[in-house]
Nanobody, 124 residues
Framework: QVQLVESGGGLVQAGGSLRLSCAASGRTFSSYAMGWFRQAPGKEREFVASINASGRSTLYADSVKGRFTISRDNAKGTVDLQMNSMKPEDTAVYYC?????????????????WGQGTQVTVSS
């Protein structure tokens, strides 16, 4: 069982930066692939970024590639999302997720554990 708690959301102007962090409980954090997803009002939850268990392999949605960076610290049990050059369309609730397998995935259904989400708002 894994419990996830996100932090770092807030309000930022377009072009600005935010860093989200997700703290995970559980002794086997280093065996889980982790992901960040987001959901805007009236839209389905969508993939943002994923990182494999070792941290050596990452995946990004085309919409954030080159602007966002996912990273993890297995010793601390955390996974971060650095968001730069933010746009109003990045506004959403951002969720941290963990899956029971070690390789990264972009599919929502592959993730068994979810945090409660943190709001990110980008003003124009």
């Amino acid at each position: 069982q894994v419990q996830l708690v996100e932090s770092g959301g807030g309000l930022v102007q377009a072009g600005g930066s935010l860093r989200l962090s997700c703290a995970a409980s559980g002794r086997t954090f280093s065996s889980y692939a982790m992901g960040w997803f987001r959901q805007a009002p009236g839209k389905e939850r969508e993939f943002v970024a994923s990182i494999n268990a070792s941290g050596r392999s990452t995946l990004y949605a085309d919409s954030v590639k080159g602007r966002f960076t996912i990273s993890r610290d297995n010793a601390k049990g955390t996974v971060d999302l650095q968001m730069n050059s933010m746009k109003p369309e990045d506004t959403a609730v951002y969720y941290c997720a963990a899956r029971d397998l070690s390789w990264a995935s972009f599919e929502v259904k592959r993730y068994a554990y979810w945090g409660q989400g943190t709001q990110v708002t980008v003003s124009s």
